[in-house]
């Protein structure tokens, strides 16, 4: 399988886990291995998102026209 990992948990936790764990039908270990899982692929989903954004930064050009307004011709008087 993998590397075991040792965790210290609050005897509170630890029994609402295995009970979260018994209601699914799983194992507590199973749980943290699904979260850690689930923690790492959304890192990697944001990483991807930023990088696509980095690309459209550097690879996107606006031109803006002259301003052909003055600020008083934004505001009613």
Excluded: C
């Amino acid at each position: 399988m993998g590397k075991n990992l040792s965790l210290a948990l609050d005897d509170s936790l630890l029994r609402a886990a295995r009970k979260v764990a018994h209601e699914r039908g799983t194992s507590v270990n199973q749980l943290v291995r699904e979260f850690l899982a689930s923690l790492v692929r959304e890192a990697d989903r944001q990483r991807a998102a930023l990088a696509r954004l980095d690309k459209i930064f550097l690879t996107t050009r606006i031109q803006v026209g002259r301003r052909t307004w003055k600020r008083e011709d934004l505001y009613e008087r």
